[in-house]
């Protein structure tokens, strides 16, 4: 069932979908505040693979360093310059690409070349910001600022969730894609099933009654739990999954959304987790992580052969997460278009009251203490 049974307001002006000083505000009130997932944990499984990226405008340096993920300002100490190349790169030493400053694992200066020429400068002092950083549920995350709550106290409630269903898996695919359309655009589109008849006519063709929803609206994330599909799963499926893994699962689909831009979905043997990140007031990336469970049933010879048939049920999986991804991204535009010429406030309905409760989160973060600050990043 749905938790509300009237219409909600649309908290959001037209303007915050495209506004630059909207997105100004966001990066520094919302994305410096939160866990942001940068990587998956293969991505950076070897010591010396480091990443480059921004978070909210900070320019943030990810590395595994002997075997530990460590996250850092990328900014260097001696003239600024951005210590490591935006991407992934490889280094065995923490050096700026510049002079050659380098740095140890808590950051400080280690190496500092023709250091005579320095003579009377206190090199104590020199030393990379330290961000924090955790690896979980086969991602990385960094959250930019000091003193905020670890990622399972941030995320709440939902964490055992995550534990339960996104242990043991296998990183199966990544799908990346760029769109020109405002953040809010993309998550507001996977967190109701309003649009699916329009849109999803190749796929799920239609939504379904209420009695079939279970929302559940919580402080920091909401969800939705489709009833239908949850018990009993389909005898094709059951079997294929007691042949191929060890492990036991729950069937029925959940869509997950952890404010701000964590979008989860499971359903049997499938885990997805796509993040949309701001590039822009109008544009947006969205990153989609697809796993599947590890412990395959088959060891020894017939592992080769197992593997194969679960790399058949990504290919197929991912397949369908495209299509259903085209049917979405293929509104987008026209929203996007719509929401910067529009005379109207909107209005949204109790089936679209997970958007409602994420604008209302949102909104709340523009009031919060040090929301309104320029720089509150370090602690
Ligand atoms: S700016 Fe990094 S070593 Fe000079
Ligand atoms: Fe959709």
Redesign the pocket.
């Known amino acids: 069932m749905f938790q509300s049974h009237t219409a909600h307001s649309h908290l959001l002006a037209p303007r915050d979908y495209s506004a630059p000083e909207v997105y100004a505000a966001e990066q520094r009130q919302v994305f410096r505040r939160a866990w942001n997932v940068v990587a998956s944990v293969d991505q950076l499984a070897k010591p010396g693979q480091q990443l480059a990226i921004d978070i909210g405008g900070i320019p943030v340096l990810v590395r595994n360093d002997a075997g530990t993920l460590r996250a850092y300002r990328n900014v260097?100490?001696?003239?600024?310059?951005l210590?490591a190349p935006a991407g992934f790169t490889c280094q065995s030493k923490l050096r700026?690409?510049?002079?050659?400053?380098e740095y140890g694992s808590d950051g400080a200066l280690s190496h500092l070349?023709d250091g005579s020429s320095f003579k009377g400068w206190k090199a104590t002092n020199a030393r990379l910001e330290q961000l924090r950083c955790e690896a979980a549920f086969g991602l990385v995350f960094v959250n930019p600022t000091a003193g905020s709550g670890s990622l399972r106290a941030e995320f709440g409630s939902v964490s055992p969730a995550l534990d339960q269903h996104f242990v043991d898996l296998s990183l199966r695919w990544i799908q990346i894609t760029e769109h020109d359309v405002n953040w809010k655009i993309i998550v507001e589109n996977a967190v109701e099933g309003y649009h699916v008849p329009m849109v999803h006519q190749q796929t799920f063709v239609t939504y379904q009654d209420e009695r079939f929803h279970d929302h559940v609206i919580e402080p920091m994330f909401t969800q939705y739990h489709d009833l239908k599909s949850a018990e009993p799963a389909r005898p094709r499926d059951v079997a294929i999954d007691r042949l191929l893994f060890r492990s036991k699962r729950l069937w029925g689909y959940s869509h997950t959304h952890i404010f701000p831009n964590h979008l989860l979905s499971w359903a049997g043997f499938y885990r997805e987790w796509v993040i949309v990140e701001p590039l822009g007031p109008r544009r947006s990336r969205r990153i989609g992580y697809g796993f599947m469970p590890n412990d395959l049933r088959a060891s020894g010879a017939l592992a080769p052969l197992w593997r194969v048939a679960v790399g058949e049920i990504a290919r197929r999986t991912r397949k369908m997460a495209d299509k259903i991804l085209g049917e979405d991204s293929s509104l987008w535009d026209s929203v996007q278009r719509g929401t910067e010429a529009s005379p109207h406030a909107g209005v949204l309905s109790a089936r679209e009251e997970r958007v409602a409760a994420f604008q209302q989160w949102l909104v709340a973060q523009r009031d919060s203490p040090g929301a309104t600050s320029a720089a509150p990043i370090t602690g």
Do not use: E, I, N
Not at 76 to 81: E, L, N, W
């Open positions: 260097c100490a001696h003239r600024h310059s210590v700026c690409q510049y002079h050659g400053w070349p």
